[in-house]
Nanobody, 122 residues
């Protein structure tokens, strides 16, 4: 099993910054992609940013404002969010893709954090 613990959400004004953190713990053969998704009220969950070995991808709506980074020694992924806008208001979820061995088979599985609220409001 893998646990993801997020922190760093909160209430900020437009133009301000926040930094989200997500620490992974548990057991795995390999911790693959880690990323952030968000879900606003009445909308579907959408990708914000994801990082794998040697590459990162961002949603068009956050390019140039958000930066994803990863500390492999701490199994932690971060999301630095600058120049926040009201439309960035959502619950932000951490995601991790792991390769595991269950004693018989090697497989891959996605895990999700519990979510952290980000609210951008004057």
């Amino acid at each position: 099993q893998v646990q993801l613990v997020e922190s760093g959400g909160g209430l900020v004004q437009p133009g301000e910054s926040l930094r989200l953190s997500c620490a992974a713990s548990g057991s795995w053969l390999r911790l693959n992609a880690m990323g952030w998704y968000r879900q606003a009220p009445g909308k579907e969950r959408e990708l914000v940013a994801v990082t794998t070995t040697g590459s990162t991808n961002y949603a068009d709506s956050v390019k140039g404002r958000f930066t994803i980074s990863r500390d492999n020694a701490k199994n932690t992924v971060y999301l630095q969010m600058n120049s926040l806008k009201a439309e960035d208001t959502a619950v932000y979820y951490c995601n991790a893709q792991v390769t595991y061995y269950d004693g018989r088979l090697v497989g891959e599985k996605d895990y999700w954090g519990q979510g952290t609220q980000v609210t951008v409001s004057p």
